[in-house]
């Protein structure tokens, strides 16, 4: 069994900054890509950043310089750093990871609960 935890949601105020934090636990062999997306209220869920095993990241052209993605393979742990945050920022995040859990087997995604992260102006 595979579980994402996120931890790091809150209220913030605009302009202001938060770190989100989420560990991969459970029967794993390999992560590929882990990154993040949200949802805000009436709108679909959007990809906000996400990294690859190697590093190499991408980022929702809404938040390109002022959220930074990266995670600790050692602890199976994807991390945003957000700053400059607006009240459109406002959302539901969520985390994801492409997981192999044994080395025969193909990558699935995993996501996790969710954590609101709201933004006052």
């Known amino acids: 069994q595979v579980q994402l935890v996120e931890s790091g949601g809150g209220l913030v105020q605009a302009g202001g900054s938060l770190r989100l934090s989420c560990a991969a636990s459970?029967?794993?062999?390999?992560?590929?890509?882990m990154g993040w997306y949200r949802q805000a209220p009436g709108k679909q869920r959007e990809l906000v950043a996400r990294v690859t095993s190697r590093g190499s990241t991408n980022y929702a052209d809404s938040v390109k310089g002022r959220f930074t993605t990266s995670r600790d393979n050692a602890k199976n742990t994807v991390y945003l750093q957000m700053a400059s945050v607006k009240p459109e920022d406002t959302a539901v995040y969520y985390c994801?990871?492409?997981?192999?859990?044994?080395?025969?087997?193909?990558?699935?995604?995993?996501w996790g609960q969710g954590t609101q992260v709201t933004v006052s102006s």
């Open positions: 994801y990871a492409e997981i192999k859990k044994w080395a025969w087997s193909g990558e699935l995604a995993y």
């Open positions: 459970g029967s794993i062999f390999s992560i590929n890509t």
